[in-house]
């Protein structure tokens, strides 16, 4: 049933080659702050761009090593040729790396066209006020590299389908904290993945059919244990093969928070007549994307989503090198505490040894186990 | 003239008598603790080999980490210096040298005078240099020599992206775990550290010929890693490798006395 | 008086400045606030607030060799010491009350600023947590271009919130000729720092690495006041008369080199090891385009903008190659040290880029070394050393082959 989400994304170089057949443009975004609805309303394919593991060879004449692996990989993918198929790139700020990252990036990636969107810290009026004028010139860039004006009425639905998107996925998950549920929280990272390199409205009729045939499976033995686990992580590549491991030693994950899943959902964007500033109020004020300010809001909403979701755990899995993350941790752990929420850190490149990421995930069940009783 | 170079390692320490621009006695010993008998130890051990006693040894010059135990030595040799010395008197077309030790990995650019015009060592992190490769061995529990061997007879590419010594071994031990072929894991690791070699030469900027000194210049799974890394048909190595640092503080030893 | 004489008296007396603000900040008299370097300093100057550097802060610990410590404290508390290096010391201060004087004094208040680093918002943030004292986040934009008109106009509204922040934090009105009077002699005082920089220029250098980095303090730690100015000019006219009578930093001068990144302040006696060997230090991207910068006093919030807002991290790459190769021909340059500084992440991105195109087009030679502003932990001097030796022999190579 969920094969097919895998399937897709595996094969994401063909949904672009399509897409492109009939002489539209595709876009590879950096950060979940990239306002995906414009680029969409542009006629033009936006693609998140993923680690893929590549051996890192061309990017070491031009980056340091300690910058994430997610930046080194996709400059490593542009640099030998992988990211042909793109017409362009835009990079979202979303921390200091990828700000000196930018100019690395448009000197040695051979990308044909690049943009810089600046994304405030904060999201008082001025702040917004600025975002606006930021998103009126990505506007015209998208504008521009389509050759399609990016009227009101295009940008309005475009909200509309990106909310049925959102609206589908909550759905999906709310299916998933079933205990008998069928989804097991691998296949949630599939369905994300297909969605960041899908057309969002051919993603939507995928989501509506399986929630459509979507059935509970008494069969299913989900052996999910009396330990909750919720995992919030930066390294969705990575994500699944931590989200097997926990499920292998009886955990059940019930809930998650990525840069896109469940954070990425949660809110709709506003609709109504000013569809730029509902883009702007949305990405500066709903979504809580650590590293901006406040920084409570991210702490209280992964704590609070952990105490509604009963979680006994926090796993909190991060790419090397991620400064607004690590920044978070320090936080997110006192508040944690408070609330009887443990967490245990794991780095994604530990993710490559799973015998002892079991042992590292095994004892921290059991020590959950052991407050449990 | 007679001239001696010595190069104090952190694991072995090397002596090299060149006679006449020819080399004519070699000792090399393990260093351990004692570093100032390591020195004359494989002073000795070369003298011995030429039949030559130390007095007539007309100037001594020192290499390698451990240079300033090299108490008998009339020039301390800077290693970039060493190995750019050596290369030339080697191979006088080379212009790329590469030299792995057990602790650290360097590439020069040398000009045609055997001098240093570019260099990069590589970071705090073990990875790129031979002890890495040594650990690798005794975590799969087989030999220096096999490791070559066997890393020769895979044909598959598995990445390896650490950033450290720590996490690759990991990653290592989880590539055992998963029951990996040890001919995999051997080409993998091999890649690895080829690969973090053929970064610093790639900052310095590739330039033919290609020479390499050093114990891991023994390796033909890592010279093989390293050939496919930068597209080279050959990398030349010199007899003996692991006296190519000493050779170059001998011949600047040698060169500083006229 | 020598203008040395002269010099020293007036480091006393701007020292003696320091401590007084400092202790009137301590025994509560003035307030005090927590700020990241970089943000319109003279706005609290004139509203007659304290401004503390935790940033600074964590330069001195490492100065007095507590850094090892402080980092220790702040993975304690789960902060990274893969995150900016000053904040695993500054942090590790605050969680664990150690460090420096009896460790940080407390804030009154806090202000980050966004456009400097990124570290410095949620670095604030955990300050702010741990505080629970008012925080004010100067949000700006985050440059990696050339400013345009509504970059400034967005940066002076920041300005002006800060100041109605303070205006009700302290119940004061903000005085517009007081704020003139600062932003004067502020940049009067930037501006004669610039021309000890450039005094750089003679061969030999005037003035070293170590020197500059320790004077720089009183530009961020004592602005607008008039020892600032009469320490600057002193420094100055001592530099100037060191140039006219030829003497250099070194003993002797035979390589003329780039630093480009932050200091180590752990291991400061590098620098002296470099001057040893006839390399010495001629130019820093960090002096030049931080703080030697004056601004435009007939519009204060404007000059301001400007100032703040084309700091190194904010320039386009390409901009950040010509102004380096710039350098290198005004200063005739022989070599630049690229430092990876694992403790600063911001800064170490584009670097490499710099260095090559340096290379390819003028063949100017480089040693990259990686290691960390302020965690002894990830630095090994012994090896920085002998990198120092092998860079040497490069440019001797270089020099012999007549480039």
Redesign the interface.
């Known amino acids: 049933m969920f094969s097919e989400f895998k399937k897709v994304f595996n094969n994401r170089d063909n949904v672009a080659a399509e897409w492109k057949k009939s002489g539209n443009k595709v876009l590879g975004y950096f950060s979940a702050l990239t306002p995906e609805e414009m680029i969409y309303a542009a006629g033009i394919l936006p693609v998140q761009l993923f680690t893929t593991n590549l051996p890192l060879t061309e990017t070491k004449t031009c980056l340091p090593d300690f910058i994430c692996t997610h930046l080194k990989d996709c400059l490593e993918q542009a640099m030998t040729g992988k990211l042909d198929y793109l017409d362009g790139s835009v990079l979202a700020h979303a921390c200091e790396a990828s700000r000196g990252f930018y100019g690395v990036w448009k000197l040695n990636s051979g990308m044909p066209q690049s943009h810089f969107l600046q994304v405030p810290a904060t999201s008082k009026k001025t702040s917004r006020d600025f975002f606006i004028s930021e998103l009126k010139i990505f506007k015209s860039f998208l504008e521009e590299m389509s050759g399609n004006e990016i009227t009101d009425d295009r940008l309005i639905h475009s909200i509309e389908v990106y909310n049925e998107n959102r609206n589908l996925m909550k759905k999906l998950y709310e299916l998933r904290s079933f205990s008998d549920s069928s989804i097991s929280g691998s296949d949630i990272i599939d369905i994300i993945k297909a969605g960041l390199v899908l057309p969002k409205d051919e993603h939507n009729r995928m989501l509506e059919n399986i929630i459509s045939n979507y059935h509970e499976n008494p069969d299913i033995d989900n052996d999910q244990g009396d330990v909750y686990i919720c995992v919030v992580s930066n390294a969705i590549e990575e994500a699944d093969t931590v989200i097997e491991v926990i499920e292998k030693c009886g955990g059940h994950v019930v809930m998650d928070n990525f840069s896109y899943g469940m954070r990425y959902c949660w809110d709709t964007v506003e609709s109504g007549p000013d569809p730029l500033g509902s883009l702007a109020t949305h990405y500066l004020e709903k979504i809580p994307f650590p590293g901006k300010f406040p920084m409570a809001k991210i702490v209280d909403s992964l704590t609070g989503m952990a105490e509604e979701s009963d979680a006994d755990g926090m796993i909190w899995l991060v790419e090397k090198y991620c400064d607004p993350y690590m920044f978070s941790y320090p936080a997110v752990e006192i508040k944690a505490k408070e609330k009887g929420i443990k967490m245990m850190s794991i780095e994604a490149e530990e993710v490559g040894n799973i015998p002892r990421l079991q042992i590292k995930v095994e004892a921290f069940m059991e020590s959950l186990m052991d407050e449990i009783i | 003239m007679i001239t001696a170079g010595i190069d104090c390692g952190a694991k072995s320490t090397r002596a090299v008598l060149i006679k006449d621009g020819v080399i004519a006695g070699r000792g090399l010993v393990l260093t351990g603790f004692d570093q100032v008998k390591a020195v004359q130890e494989s002073l000795e051990k070369a003298l011995r080999d030429f039949q030559i006693i130390e007095d007539q040894i007309d100037r001594i010059g020192g290499t390698g980490?451990g240079k300033d135990s090299i108490i008998n030595a009339d020039i301390h040799v800077?290693?970039?210096?060493a190995m750019?010395k050596a290369a030339a008197f080697f191979f006088p077309n080379a212009r790329t040298v590469i030299d792995v030790g057990a602790e650290?990995g360097r590439v020069a650019k040398v000009?045609k005078n055997g001098?240093?015009?570019?260099?990069?060592?590589n970071?705090?992190?073990a990875a790129g240099a031979g002890s890495f490769i040594e650990a690798m061995a005794r975590a799969l529990e087989i030999s220096l020599e096999d490791m070559g061997k066997l890393s020769l007879k895979s044909n598959k590419?598995i990445?390896?992206?650490?950033?450290c010594v720590v996490?690759a071994e990991?990653?290592v031990?989880?590539l055992i775990?998963?029951k990996t072929e040890k001919n995999d894991i051997c080409k993998a690791i091999h890649?690895?550290m080829a690969?973090r070699i053929?970064?610093m030469i790639?900052?310095i900027g590739i330039e033919e010929d290609v020479s390499m000194i050093g114990g891991v210049s023994y390796n033909p799974g890592f010279l093989d890693s390293l050939k496919r890394?930068l597209h080279l048909d050959k990398i030349l190595i010199p007899e003996m490798p692991e006296y190519g640092a000493a050779v170059g503080a001998a011949l600047v030893a040698g060169l500083d006395g006229h | 008086m020598t203008a040395h004489e002269n010099y020293i008296k007036a480091k006393e007396k701007l020292l003696a400045k320091y401590y007084q603000n400092y202790s009137d900040a301590a025994s509560k008299k003035k307030l005090t606030a927590h700020v990241t370097g970089f943000l319109p300093f003279e706005v609290l100057v004139a509203m007659d607030i304290f401004p503390f550097y935790p940033e600074g802060y964590a330069t001195r610990a490492c100065n007095t060799d507590m850094g090892d410590e402080l980092v220790f404290e702040a993975e304690k508390a789960g902060v990274s010491r893969d995150l900016c290096a000053f904040s695993t010391c500054a942090l590790g201060s605050m969680y664990s009350d150690k460090g420096p004087q009896g460790g940080m004094i407390a804030p009154d208040l806090l202000i980050s600023s966004a456009y400097t680093c990124g570290a410095h918002v949620p670095w604030w943030e955990l300050m702010h947590q741990h505080y629970k004292v008012p925080l004010f986040i100067i949000d700006g934009p985050v440059l990696c271009a050339d400013y345009e008109e509504r970059h400034i106009d967005f940066y002076i509204s920041q300005t002006k919130e800060l100041i109605s922040f303070l205006e009700k934090e302290t119940g004061k009105d903000f005085d517009e000729d007081r704020f003139e009077k600062v932003v004067e002699l502020s940049s009067d005082a930037c501006e004669y720092f610039h021309k000890v920089i450039e005094l750089r220029k003679n061969s030999p250098s005037p003035v070293g690495f170590r020197q500059l980095f320790a004077d720089m303090f009183g530009l961020v730690n004592v602005t607008g006041e008039q020892e600032t100015l009469d320490f600057y000019k002193a420094f100055y006219e001592e530099t100037l008369e060191k140039k006219e009578n030829n003497i250099g930093v070194a003993e002797h001068e035979e390589y003329r080199l780039i630093w480009d990144n932050l200091p180590i302040y752990h291991d400061m006696d590098l620098f002296d090891y470099f001057e040893s060997k006839g390399m010495v230090f001629v130019y820093e991207t960090l002096l030049k385009e931080y703080f030697a910068k004056g601004l435009d006093k007939s519009d204060p919030f404007r000059g301001l903008a400007k100032k703040y807002l084309t700091g190194w991290t904010n320039r386009r790459l390409d901009r950040k190659i010509e102004i380096v190769e710039e350098a290198v021909k005004e200063y005739r340059v022989d070599g630049i040290v690229v430092f990876e500084n694992k403790g600063c992440r911001g800064y170490s991105t584009g670097q490499l880029d710099v260095a090559k195109s340096l290379k390819e087009k003028i063949g100017i030679p480089n040693m990259i070394v990686e290691g960390s502003m302020a965690d002894p932990g990830s630095h090994d001097p012994n090896k920085f050393r002998s990198m120092v030796d092998m860079f040497h022999e490069v440019l001797k190579s270089q020099s012999a082959g007549g480039r």
């Open positions: 980490s800077n290693d970039i210096k750019s650290e000009d001098n240093p015009v570019d260099f990069a060592v970071g705090k992190c590419s990445p390896m992206n650490s950033q996490f990991s990653e031990v989880g775990h998963a890649d690895s690969n053929a970064s790639r900052r890394e």
